[in-house]
């Protein structure tokens, strides 16, 4: 039974295999539960399969099995290119906030050089430009965190749809 269930999955990524190999048995513990109950009531007697394994047939023989491999499979995709998205922009921000504070470091203006107290005035914008960094930095680091948990959450609601939607019907 395992191999069975394994075998829809290879090849695919390890999070696109977790969600088909949920879907799939979520759709077929459901069906094995209508048939552990049709023949409850039937009071069949006789020795029969499991109903888990009756229900498992049924799943893979089904063309539910393909339908919902390939909608997870697109879902787990669309995923992994939006946290890798997020990922990207956030990295990308954060070198061009290092570069650009430490540019502003750099070119202070020459006139300030003249002035007294010179070294303090320099610390203090530092700490200020430092501050407006890590002030940038927080914020985009909430904003990557808010694109991959939208991201899980509409994997989750697709994977719950389509699950939903291809069930197999009672027995």
Not at 28 to 37: L, P, T
């Amino acid at each position: 039974m395992e191999s069975r269930l394994l075998s829809v999955v290879s090849g695919f990524s390890p999070l696109e295999s977790i969600a088909q190999l949920v879907s799939a048995v979520v759709v077929i513990f459901e069906h094995s539960f209508y048939i552990f109950d049709k023949r409850r009531y039937l009071q069949n007697q006789q020795e029969s399969a499991p109903s888990f394994y009756v229900a498992l047939d049924h799943y893979m023989s089904s063309s539910h099995a393909a339908a919902v491999r390939e909608a997870v499979s697109i879902a787990a995709q669309e995923y992994e290119a939006a946290v890798t998205t997020a990922a990207h922009a956030y990295e990308v921000a954060m070198t061009t906030v290092t570069h650009t504070s430490e540019e502003a470091v750099r070119t202070l203006p020459t006139w300030r050089a003249k002035l007294p107290f010179e070294r303090f005035k320099k610390k203090v914008f530092e700490r200020s430009k430092e501050k407006e960094k890590e002030a940038f930095e927080r914020s985009k680091a909430k904003e990557k965190e808010a694109l991959c948990s939208q991201a899980v959450a509409e994997l989750i609601k697709t994977i719950l749809e389509t699950t939903l939607n291809h069930r197999l019907p009672r027995p």
